[in-house]
């Protein structure tokens, strides 16, 4: 599966954006779904997943009750809407793709920036 991310850009605190992630080439029903985040100078790190039907979500303390992952496979995109943005989200946002049977997410779109101004 291919990922392509969008929807980022540049938002003053407090702010909102959504982002998606459209997946083409393999039947996206059958991958977890996740975005990560890597800000300058550290360490990519979890934000949300949600699982092939739509039913279970999760996500990192630091984004709980601002963020909600979704998806929609009939047009095989997932979405990240972030609410109350922080300075401190400011990062590259990558969505992933983890298949069935497979533990890790070993499919990366290109990310896209998310600048959050104080």
């Known amino acids: 599966v291919q990922l392509q991310a969008s929807g980022g850009g540049l938002v003053q605190a407090g702010g909102s954006l959504r982002l998606s992630c459209v997946a083409s080439?393999?039947?996206?029903?059958?991958?977890?779904m996740a975005w990560f985040r890597q800000a300058p100078g550290k360490e990519r790190e979890f934000v949300a997943d949600?699982?092939?039907?739509?039913?279970?979500?999760s996500y990192s303390e630091s984004v709980k009750g601002r963020f909600t992952i979704s998806r929609d496979n009939a047009k095989n995109t997932v979405y990240l809407r972030m609410n109350s943005l922080k300075p401190e989200d400011t990062a590259v946002y990558y969505c992933?793709?983890?298949?069935?049977?497979?533990?890790?997410?070993?499919?990366w779109g290109q990310g896209t920036q998310v600048t959050v101004s104080s």
């Open positions: 080439g393999r039947t996206f029903s059958y991958y977890d």
């Open positions: 949600i699982s092939r039907s739509g039913d279970y979500t």
């Open positions: 992933a793709a983890r298949g069935i049977g497979t533990s890790m997410y070993s499919t």
